[in-house]
């Protein structure tokens, strides 16, 4: 074979140091993201070391908070040994205790020649490099990418590499402030195209060839959140088959910055020199045990954690509920619903409740009427295939609402300009008159009112009672294809066999205010939004007597008196609101009345269990106090944590509800019903483990990430936030890198950390052959389980097996494992 040119060894180079970054996804569609999906081919652990030494991140929390694990008793000496066997680990105990009392470790990102600039700078006295850089292109990437927020924008040249290089060459502010006068001169040197800038750099610096991919890599992380941005565009440019090279753009662009601080000088003293030097010793000493430490506590806080859910689900006894239940009920796989399903089937026996993900497997994109804002109802690996948007009752009365609120709408942006500045408020009093100072006090102060959609702005309330979201024929494909669709989703949903008189589809959604990440407290099925879309489209397509004839011809019988009904559950406030009840017969309004009387009861239960992590103690017995100051959390602008979102999750369960129904769980896990009896070919299960268990594990890698380091993977104090461009993301203060992630204030409340960063446990009631079949099939899915990115196990009466390194291992609480040949059951 002939040997690779340099442009296509270059481009290899290129297009795996991008393939390592992960997309984020802007802030009005938010949905947890796993920001190391693109290692998932690395071991966790081979993982681990790579970012500790090309980015300086960790994948742990620091040593303090395993010390204080220890000390609580949260994590057993027995944890400890598994944890030091499975990883290979020859310290005892005493040591690895001992090496918890060390400082922690910091651990510093592979240093680039901008690092060894900075290195002979006075730093008291002088603004660094690497600090200005990130500033640079961070705001030229913010003005760039801004279709909302800016006043200004860049040249429209091609590509954002284009654009930043024409509007260095005119740009002396980095000149100036850091007394580099021949920046703009030199920025005309570079490569017009960005791959050739890419390989000129890597020539001008004399990277070995065998360090480019690190180099790269380490290049690029030094603008992780911008990076992030870039690969969100080229993921949705590839879910609609196409691609996008903007990363490859920023990398150019940070790159080509090593090149414009290089001085040309090589000499020993020189900075490329000392630059080679210290890249050189930091590989050299990649052997640092400290993150390798971390890692044996961290599995043991995971071998703790599994336990215990072992032990509960094991020892739970199995109660099936009502044999004929008057009322299902659909939740979101989603944690929360954990705690109100529990509090809910409490309630009653003829109660049933079902997990599903929370778009309903409705593949649908909406549009409200009257606007042109499009977005997605589904999860973000999917593309949606099915429209829909808002009817009224007649197309006259329909042309109207939207008529009208295009009116308010436009009147509201009219003040668009002012709102996009700071101190906007101030402005628009200033402007307005004191007559909008009220308001505005108004709207700052806590109250106790109910939650409004986004989606209802500019409808009045009548407008808002008269309008239903529908599916587009067109996209939908009529009758037919809407039959094909719903007996999809009641297969799915476990409900091919009977149904009850009642069924509920309840979506979820946060209350919150003042929060740019809001969307990642609603429905991540929903890419973000709250559920309440599909739960009316779902319910209206399954009332619709053709519909219901064409899923009866596919053998799934609706009865004539089953009525489904919409529902939103508030996970803020934990209230359930039952939709569109004018639709509802004079035959079911007894059945309605009391089971809203149910939903209450279940709300004051789960609030009350809420109510310590929320520093609501003293009200737990109070539950209309307690009901008000949770309304009051959620209206209140300054609330910085109106709940706790999916923090703590560890596990999803994917079982018939009744081997769960009654178990304590502790908003820990999410659940997803699953009856391997009913999916003989194991296509429902190959749907589980492809999608919702991918989700899940997005979700579960986020927290981690957002925990271990938020400084890269987080966004950091939330009270400093600005919004770059409207909704891309935010900046912690007026600058630096865009930051991605949840805010410390999600996972941590001032004096610990509420998260506790666990790799997900995945729990399956089904045969081994079903779950090797799926792991056969797709690589993706064999990736996360076999390289320990998630731990899968298998539920199985009154046992449960680990799949670990190709066999099933059955879980015991004994420290001692033996290695089996595949097939074979050894005790973990």
């Not at 090149?259 to 020189?270: E, H, I, N, P, T």
């Not at 000392?274 to 430490?293: E, I, K, L, T, Y």
């Not at 865009?738 to 045969?767: N, Y």
Request: hydrophobic letters at 40%.
């Amino acid at each position: 074979m002939p040997e690779p040119t340099l442009e296509t060894a270059v481009n290899a180079a290129i297009d795996a140091a991008i393939d390592t970054v992960a997309p984020t996804w802007p802030l009005d569609r938010m949905i947890a993201v796993n920001p190391y999906w693109g290692r998932i081919h690395q071991h966790f652990e081979e993982a681990r070391q790579s970012l500790a030494h090309i980015a300086g991140s960790p994948l742990a929390l620091a040593p303090a908070h395993y010390r204080e694990a220890w000390e609580r008793g949260d994590i057993a000496p027995a944890d400890l040994e598994r944890a030091a066997q499975e990883l290979g680990f020859a310290l005892s105990i005493r040591q690895l205790v001992a090496a918890l009392q060390e400082d922690d470790c910091h651990l510093r990102p592979a240093p680039l020649l901008s690092d060894a600039l900075d290195s002979q700078r006075d730093l008291q006295h002088e603004p660094a490099w690497c600090d200005t850089l990130t500033h640079q292109v961070a705001q030229f990437c913010g003005a760039y990418f801004d279709r909302d927020q800016a006043d200004w924008q860049p040249t429209t040249a091609p590509g954002l590499y284009a654009s930043w290089r024409s509007a260095l060459t005119r740009d002396h502010s980095v000149a100036l402030l850091m007394k580099a006068a021949d920046i703009p001169a030199r920025a005309a040197d570079l490569a017009v195209e960005p791959e050739r800038q890419i390989a000129r750099a890597l020539q001008q610096l004399a990277v070995p060839e065998s360090d480019w991919n690190l180099y790269l890599q380490a290049v690029v992380m030094r603008l992780s959140g911008w990076a992030a941005w870039c690969a969100y565009l080229r993921w949705q440019a590839r879910l609609a088959d196409a691609d996008d090279r903007t990363l490859v753009d920023l990398l150019a662009i940070r790159l080509s910055w090593e090149c414009l601080l290089d001085d040309g000088r090589r000499s020993a003293d020189s900075v490329w020199s000392r630059w080679q030097n210290n890249w050189q010793r930091h590989f050299q000493a990649a052997g640092d045990s400290a993150p390798a430490v971390q890692a044996v506590w961290q599995r043991a806080e995971e071998i703790s954690y599994q336990n215990s859910l072992v032990g509960t689900l094991t020892t739970a006894p199995v109660s099936a509920g009502s044999a004929t239940p008057e009322v299902q009920a659909a939740f979101c796989i989603d944690v929360r619903s954990e705690v109100f399903r529990r509090h809910l089937e409490s309630q009653s026996q003829r109660i049933q409740t079902i997990g599903f993900a929370g778009f309903f497997g409705l593949p649908i994109s909406y549009t409200p009427l009257g606007t042109t804002a499009t977005r997605p109802q589904l999860p973000g690996l999917l593309a949606p295939a099915i429209a829909i948007t808002d009817h009224a009752a007649d197309e006259a009365s329909g042309r109207q609402i939207a008529q009208r609120r295009d009116g308010r709408l436009r009147a509201a942006l009219g003040w668009r300009n002012f709102q996009s500045l700071p101190l906007s408020a101030f402005t628009l009093v200033e402007t307005m008159g004191l007559g909008y100072l009220a308001k505005l006090v108004k709207r700052t102060l806590p109250g106790i009112g109910d939650q409004r959609s986004d989606a209802d702005r500019g409808l009045s309330a009548s407008d808002r009672q008269e309008l239903r979201p529908m599916l587009d024929e067109d996209s939908a494909g009529g009758a037919a294809a809407q039959a094909e669709l719903a007996a999809q989703v009641l297969t799915g949903m476990g409900l091919g066999g009977s149904l009850a008189r009642l069924v509920l589809l309840i979506g979820h959604g946060s209350q919150v205010r003042n929060n740019p990440h809001r969307a990642g407290l609603d429905c991540g099925a929903c890419c973000g939004q709250t559920g309440e879309v599909n739960a009316r489209a779902l319910s209206a397509m399954l009332n619709d007597p053709a519909v219901r004839e064409g899923v009866r011809e596919r053998g799934i019988d609706i009865p004539a008196d089953t009525l489904f009904v919409a529902g939103l559950h508030n996970t803020t406030t934990d209230e359930v609101q039952l939709l569109d009840l004018d639709t509802v017969p004079a035959s079911h309004s007894q059945a309605i009345g009391q089971l809203t009387s149910e939903l209450e009861a279940a709300g004051r239960e789960a609030r009350r269990e809420r109510a310590p992590a929320l520093g609501l103690s003293p009200l737990v017995d109070e539950p209309r106090a307690l009901h008000r100051a949770m309304r009051q959390r959620a209206n209140d602008w300054a609330q910085t944590r109106p709940e706790w979102g999916l923090a703590n999750n560890a596990a999803f369960v994917v079982a018939p509800r009744s081997t769960t129904r009654g178990v304590d769980l502790q908003g820990r896990s999410f659940l997803h019903d699953y009856d391997y009896r009913r999916d003989p070919d194991g296509a429902l299960l190959e749907q589980i483990m492809t999608a919702p268990m991918i989700v899940t594990h997005w979700i579960n890698m986020q927290y981690l990430a957002s925990s271990a380091d938020n400084r890269r993977f987080g966004s950091g104090n939330k009270t400093l936030h600005n919004v770059v461009g409207g909704r891309l993301g935010v900046f912690e203060g007026n600058g630096g890198d865009l930051r991605i992630g949840l805010p410390l204030q999600s996972v941590h409340d001032g004096e610990r950390w509420r998260h506790r960063p666990l790799r997900l446990s995945v729990v399956i009631r089904a045969p081994r052959e079903s779950i090797e079949a799926v792991l056969a099939k797709h690589p993706t899915v064999r990736q996360l389980v076999e390289n320990q990115w998630l731990y899968l196990l298998r539920w199985e009466g009154e046992r449960i097996e680990l799949y670990r390194a190709g066999h099933w291992q059955e879980w015991t609480n004994k420290s001692q494992q033996s290695s089996q040949p595949q097939g074979e059951v050894s005790h973990v």
